[in-house]
T-cell receptor, first 111, second 115 residues
């Protein structure tokens, strides 16, 4: 059974710092991995989607990596800003249409 | 990306009443729609998968008579929480896909509070 774990559960960093969020999954047989952002009480915003054949994806200050063999992904945020404060969710797609989510990392950027 | 809407965004109801939540794909035909539930500090949990024109497939532990799902058209799926109780209070999110392994696009969610 595929399980997705995100560490840490919560993180506070001063503005301007670079940071890394971690995601691990138990079954390396995945179709893709996706990082989402969720603001309090809001829906999901897709940030980056990495196909199983890819190693990383970049969008602006965000970079996500995927190491399928070790079951790990990282989301790197450069030059963090207060507006980056949110919960970041990692999700894997095992191969069928289902998506399995981690519990998320609550990020707080200190002004 | 494609746009998925949900209505209502928030609903407060009395215990024992039924609540219907709509999920619409606005600019594509959603062969498959998914309903998720999110508990505080927990993962989003898939409740059921629905394919247009057929019965929904429910995940283990989800009561199909409690959470009625209808996917009557390629742009609309509904989730009805029947005889709602306070423990049904949660954030419900739908997603839609054109099927065949295509990406899922998520709605903005519906906050249900049962008094």
């Amino acid at each position: 059974k595929q399980e997705v774990t995100q560490i840490p559960a919560a993180l506070s960093v001063p503005e301007g710092e670079n940071l890394v969020l971690n995601c691990s999954f138990t079954d390396s047989a995945i179709y893709n991995l996706q990082w989402f952002r969720q603001d309090p009480g809001k829906g999901l915003t897709s940030l980056l989607l990495i196909q199983s054949s890819q190693r990383e994806q970049t969008s602006g200050r965000l970079n996500a990596s995927l190491d399928k063999s070790s079951g790990r992904s990282t989301l790197y945020i450069a030059a963090s800003q207060p507006g980056d404060s949110a919960t970041y969710l990692c999700a894997v797609r095992p191969g069928d249409d289902k998506i399995i989510f981690g519990k998320g990392t609550r990020l707080h950027i200190l002004p | 990306g494609a746009v998925v809407s949900q209505h209502p965004s928030r609903v407060i109801c009395k215990s024992g009443t039924s609540v219907k939540i709509e999920c619409r794909s606005l600019d594509f035909q959603a062969t498959t729609m998914f309903w998720y539930r999110q508990f505080p500090k927990k993962s989003l949990m898939l409740m059921a998968t629905s394919n247009e024109g057929s019965k929904a497939t429910y995940e283990q532990g989800v009561e199909k008579d409690k959470f009625l799902i209808n996917h009557a058209s390629l742009t609309l799926s509904t989730l009805t929480v029947t005889s709602a109780h306070p423990e049904d209070s949660s954030f419900y999110i739908c997603s839609a896909s054109a099927g065949g392994g295509n990406e899922q696009f998520f709605g903005p969610g519906t906050r249900l509070t049962v008094l």
